[in-house]
């Protein structure tokens, strides 16, 4: 029995110091706990306030930390992909005089030469028996769907086409879109990285290939599958026929640029509609030092090398936008888990302290 009380005695006295920094606060007490509520003392006057947590509180405590590094992380991947976006719209606006130029000599050429054009071998138009798809993925995820997106379209129009007994093969440009397809059983043809800035030299990597397989009677039509840019929070899987070309369609569709805006603090895209150059007029007595036709069968591979550039920047910002809007979710969401995770934290906080303030009470009455 004396032992007991020794040790009961004991517990209330190293309870009691957790609460005090003072090495003689408990020094010839009137009673083992009176200096603790007493407001005179000198223990009273140098306490501390002293967190008191359990191992459940730690553990919320560190995870408070690991989701606001996130969100800081989050966050600053929002920005740079917004940088990259505004990017991605100066580029296209600086290919646009070049294309405007293309498409008016295009479109004198043709009414000079009238019909002697469809004989172009690139402007023929030969019975479909295989297809090549051209797939626009991006390289790297955390971009929402984007990727997802463009790969089911690419598999539904694949589909379409075996069901018209039709052979279809692929040039993937995008190492989202290369990885998935190579593991499944479809004939890809060529692989190629798709970069933050795609370059004209990138493009015309892959405007050769496309332009040697229909020539050589590989492929009778090039499809292009990229994803088009319609505002930060929307982006639409498209399909175009890249060759045989349409000599209407380059000399006479008009074209889209996009530009990146802010207001209230908010970003937007406004896309523009641009009218169709104007046919550059030849006068009939003009003397070429080539022949025209020579003069539009060399127009037509730049012309695709313009339009690959085109799409595969648009593709980016496609990516980008995609990217941000993510970004933005995840630390929207970081925010969310932050301030409950914070409620969890001082609820359990508050049970530690609340337990060992009856802990002292009850070693106070078992004193008594």
Known sequence: ????CFATVAAAFSTAGAFTTSPNALVAPASPLSHVFSGEGNAHRNRRSTIVMDGKANAIRDRIKSVNNTKKIT?????????????????V?????FSETLQSVFGGLINRLGGEAADLPLLTQREVNKVTLVVITGDRGLCGGYNSFMIKKAEKRAMEL??????????????????????????????????QNPSSKEALAISEEIINTFLSGESDAVELMYTKFVSLIASTPSVRTLVPFSASEISQKGDEVFQLTSRDGDFGVERKELEAAEPQDFPNDMIF??????IVNSILPLYLNGQILRTLQESVASELAARMQSMQAA???ASSLSKALNQEYNRARQAAVTQEILEIVSGAAALE
């Open 1 to 4: 029995m004396k032992f007991l």
């Open 75 to 91: 966050s600053a991947m929002k920005l740079v992909a917004a940088a990259k976006v505004r990017r991605a719209q100066d580029a």
């Open 93 to 97: 606006l600086a290919t646009r005089p």
């Open 162 to 195: 075996k069901a018209q007994n039709i052979d279809v093969d692929m040039i993937l440009v995008g190492k989202k879109g290369a990885s998935y397809f190579q593991r499944r059983d479809y004939a890809v043809r060529k692989v190629y990285d798709c970069g």
């Open 289 to 294: 030092e080539q022949d025209p036709l020579q």
């Open 331 to 333: 630390s929207d969401n």
